[in-house]
């Protein structure tokens, strides 16, 4: 039970906010020393995983051609396109995006919507402009929360679709697990039981996606009132 | 000794772009991320900056040759750089808004052009490009075909970005920087957090935490496993940051032997809504700093939880409705039933 420290340093390390970098090292040294490793062997433990996952950092490659096109002015186009879209709402068009991304996942196409990739250049700044169309310009906490969920529909999407390709990783790893136990399924099995959670994600977060527009109404009623004569 | 070293090579390469090639690409990426901070005068740390760039790149060049422990005391160092505020953020040298705006005006919606190559590429490459062997030799290893043509596809709309519009040569650099700056030290966090999870494994934090489960959890109910599973793999999942660590140990503490052995649940549908419940786990916590925590440094955001806080709801809904999709489905449906 001792080995659970670690989580606990884990839990009040982000509770109180102390930087997580710093967090996760003083986990890892408190889990290795609860299970009886010493420094060097956790040292060695922890760089070798570290080696292993550099994919996972692949991902900022992507940053300077993005940066560039920035600077010729991508996100300003996004949002010029979005302006002439009379019906686009923040929470319409996001809604959009988050079924987009479910569907492309649902076949295999992962690779297609990210965060630095698709959210970060052309999603947030078009639900941005979205909500711009209303005439009033956006509290920067209004602007804020569009970004959050801009990047939450991105999340959602990707996780609640991927799972009905029959060939991705946690399917595959179900799959091989459940064999090692003596039960034998099969990947199309658990790619159509993934379809109703799929269904329902789409439901829950497409809802709360409307229903940021109408919490951005009630901010927007209250700024144009102040300021107008 | 040369003609061994080459036979030994030989030997290893599988493929023309393997993932070590992929790794290079990024090094020397990151290298000029560290060049260009270590020049920046505007930077007010700008060698802490060019430090932990530099030893980012060194890991994506030389990782694969260094023995572990140098790779540790390697994220030691970027861990001690990081927490203790090394990192600054260089000047931007970049467009103002006004300029911006023209520039899109006249470029128009072929804008989007190159930033749609990134995922054309790896559409293409996942698909086609995998089967591609000239010569013999497969073209890209196709296990890694996603990351492969990610990195291709970046190169292309590199060359074709600079071709077409012209910046200055270190330009994608400096504006790459630009954006490396805003998400600082939280870049490697996801990398981090994925060592963290294996010196777990090798503690046997996993089975700890099965254990606390299947013994203080009492279930004379089908709907008290089936709700302690769903809600174990959420949970677990949030601690470990990944739905993949979590569905083994919950599945052999709960799933295996209550839901599907003792109430004779289907196993293929208690597998897929159990690993779903795992994701909504992951929709809350920030040691899934990719998903979580670089979005919203790289979007700019205040408050480091915010797309936490977005997804919350949805994440506990969701997990709701898993436990009772999983009531109403594992026992009336699939065809494992005994």
């Given at each position: 039970?001792?080995?659970?420290?670690?989580?606990?340093?884990?839990?009040?390390?982000?509770?109180?906010?102390?930087?997580?970098?710093?967090?996760?090292?003083?986990?890892?040294?408190?889990?290795?020393?609860?299970?009886?490793?010493?420094?060097?062997?956790?040292?060695?433990?922890?760089?070798?995983?570290?080696?292993?996952?550099?994919?996972?950092?692949?991902?900022?490659?992507?940053?300077?051609?993005?940066?560039?096109?920035?600077?010729?002015?991508?996100?300003?186009?996004?949002?010029?396109?979005?302006?002439?879209?009379?019906?686009?709402?923040?929470?319409?068009?996001?809604?959009?995006?988050?079924?987009?991304?479910?569907?492309?996942?649902?076949?295999?196409?992962?690779?297609?919507?990210?965060?630095?990739?698709?959210?970060?250049?052309?999603?947030?700044?078009?639900?941005?402009?979205?909500?711009?169309?209303?005439?009033?310009?956006?509290?920067?906490?209004?602007?804020?929360?569009?970004?959050?969920?801009?990047?939450?529909?991105?999340?959602?999407?990707?996780?609640?679709?991927?799972?009905?390709?029959?060939?991705?990783?946690?399917?595959?790893?179900?799959?091989?697990?459940?064999?090692?136990?003596?039960?034998?399924?099969?990947?199309?099995?658990?790619?159509?039981?993934?379809?109703?959670?799929?269904?329902?994600?789409?439901?829950?977060?497409?809802?709360?996606?409307?229903?940021?527009?109408?919490?951005?109404?009630?901010?927007?009623?209250?700024?144009?009132?102040?300021?107008?004569? | 000794?040369?003609?061994?070293?080459?036979?030994?090579?030989?030997?290893?390469?599988?493929?023309?772009?393997?993932l070590e090639e992929v790794y290079l690409f990024a090094g020397f990426v990151f290298a000029g991320f560290a060049v260009q901070s270590a020049r920046d005068r505007s930077n007010p740390r700008r060698f802490g900056t060019a430090?932990?760039?530099?030893?980012?790149?060194?890991?994506?060049?030389?990782?694969?040759?260094?023995?572990?422990?140098?790779?540790?005391?390697?994220?030691?160092?970027?861990?001690?750089?990081?927490?203790?505020?090394?990192?600054?953020?260089?000047?931007?040298?970049?467009?103002?808004?006004?300029?911006?705006?023209?520039?899109?005006?006249?470029?128009?919606?072929?804008?989007?052009?190159?930033?749609?190559?990134?995922?054309?590429?790896?559409?293409?490459?996942?698909?086609?490009?995998?089967?591609?062997?000239?010569?013999?030799?497969?073209?890209?290893?196709?296990?890694?075909?996603?990351?492969?043509?990610?990195?291709?596809?970046?190169?292309?709309?590199?060359?074709?970005?600079?071709?077409?519009?012209?910046?200055?040569?270190?330009?994608?650099?400096?504006?790459?920087?630009?954006?490396?700056?805003?998400?600082?030290?939280?870049?490697?966090?996801?990398?981090?957090?994925?060592?963290?999870?294996?010196?777990?494994?090798?503690?046997?934090?996993?089975?700890?935490?099965?254990?606390?489960?299947?013994?203080?959890?009492?279930?004379?109910?089908?709907?008290?496993?089936?709700?302690?599973?769903?809600?174990?793999?959420?949970?677990?999942?949030?601690?470990?940051?990944?739905?993949?660590?979590?569905?083994?140990?919950?599945?052999?503490?709960?799933?295996?032997?209550?839901?599907?052995?003792?109430?004779?649940?289907?196993?293929?549908?208690?597998?897929?809504?159990?690993?779903?419940?795992?994701?909504?786990?992951?929709?809350?916590?920030?040691?899934?700093?990719?998903?979580?925590?670089?979005?919203?440094?790289?979007?700019?955001?205040?408050?480091?939880?915010?797309?936490?806080?977005?997804?919350?709801?949805?994440?506990?809904?969701?997990?709701?409705?898993?436990?009772?999709?999983?009531?109403?489905?594992?026992?009336?449906?699939?065809?494992?039933?005994?």
């Amino acid at each position: 039970m001792l080995t659970l420290l670690g989580v606990g340093v884990v839990v009040l390390g982000f509770l109180i906010r102390i930087n997580p970098l710093l967090v996760i090292a003083a986990a890892a040294f408190v889990t290795g020393w609860a299970a009886g490793f010493g420094p060097v062997a956790i040292l060695v433990a922890f760089g070798k995983a570290f080696n292993e996952s550099r994919y996972v950092s692949l991902v900022f490659l992507v940053l300077p051609v993005i940066g560039l096109l920035e600077r010729y002015g991508l996100q300003e186009r996004a949002r010029m396109l979005v302006a002439r879209i009379p019906a686009a709402t923040p929470g319409r068009l996001l809604v959009a995006y988050l079924a987009l991304r479910q569907m492309f996942s649902a076949v295999g196409l992962v690779s297609i919507g990210g965060h630095a990739q698709m959210v970060r250049p052309l999603i947030a700044p078009m639900a941005e402009a979205a909500g711009e169309k209303r005439g009033a310009e956006l509290s920067s906490g209004a602007r804020f929360r569009i970004r959050a969920y801009a990047a939450s529909a991105d999340n959602v999407g990707v996780f609640f679709g991927e799972d009905v390709f029959i060939a991705i990783g946690s399917i595959l790893l179900i799959k091989g697990f459940l064999e090692q136990s003596g039960v034998v399924v099969q990947p199309l099995e658990l790619s159509l039981w993934a379809i109703p959670t799929a269904l329902m994600a789409l439901a829950i977060h497409g809802t709360r996606l409307l229903l940021l527009d109408r919490w951005l109404a009630t901010q927007t009623a209250v700024v144009p009132s102040e300021s107008s004569p | 000794m040369a003609r061994d070293a080459n036979r030994r090579r030989a030997v290893r390469k599988l493929a023309v772009i393997g993932l070590e090639e992929v790794y290079l690409f990024a090094g020397f990426v990151f290298a000029g991320f560290a060049v260009q901070s270590a020049r920046d005068r505007s930077n007010p740390r700008r060698f802490g900056t060019a430090a932990f760039w530099g030893l980012f790149s060194t890991s994506f060049l030389l990782g694969s040759h260094l023995p572990d422990s140098a790779n540790g005391a390697l994220a030691l160092a970027l861990v001690l750089l990081g927490g203790f505020h090394a990192l600054g953020k260089g000047g931007e040298r970049t467009t103002s808004e006004a300029v911006r705006r023209a520039s899109a005006t006249e470029y128009g919606n072929a804008l989007f052009v190159p930033a749609l190559i990134i995922p054309a590429t790896a559409l293409l490459g996942t698909v086609a490009l995998k089967n591609v062997a000239p010569g013999g030799m497969p073209f890209i290893d196709a296990k890694q075909a996603t990351l492969i043509s990610l990195a291709l596809g970046v190169a292309i709309a590199w060359i074709v970005a600079l071709l077409w519009l012209r910046p200055r040569l270190l330009a994608p650099l400096d504006e790459g920087r630009r954006l490396m700056d805003t998400i600082g030290w939280a870049a490697v966090l996801p990398q981090m957090l994925a060592s963290l999870g294996a010196v777990f494994a090798l503690a046997g934090v996993g089975r700890a935490v099965g254990l606390v489960f299947a013994h203080y959890i009492p279930f004379d109910h089908a709907f008290t496993a089936i709700a302690a599973y769903c809600i174990g793999m959420g949970v677990f999942t949030a601690i470990m940051g990944n739905a993949f660590a979590a569905f083994p140990v919950m599945t052999a503490a709960i799933g295996l032997p209550l839901i599907v052995h003792k109430f004779g649940g289907d196993p293929a549908i208690m597998g897929a809504i159990g690993m779903l419940s795992g994701f909504c786990g992951t929709l809350t916590t920030p040691m899934a700093a990719n998903f979580n925590i670089v979005p919203a440094a790289l979007l700019e955001l205040p408050d480091r939880y915010a797309v936490i806080k977005a997804q919350l709801p949805t994440a506990i809904l969701l997990l709701a409705a898993n436990t009772i999709l999983m009531y109403v489905l594992v026992f009336r449906f699939g065809a494992h039933h005994a």
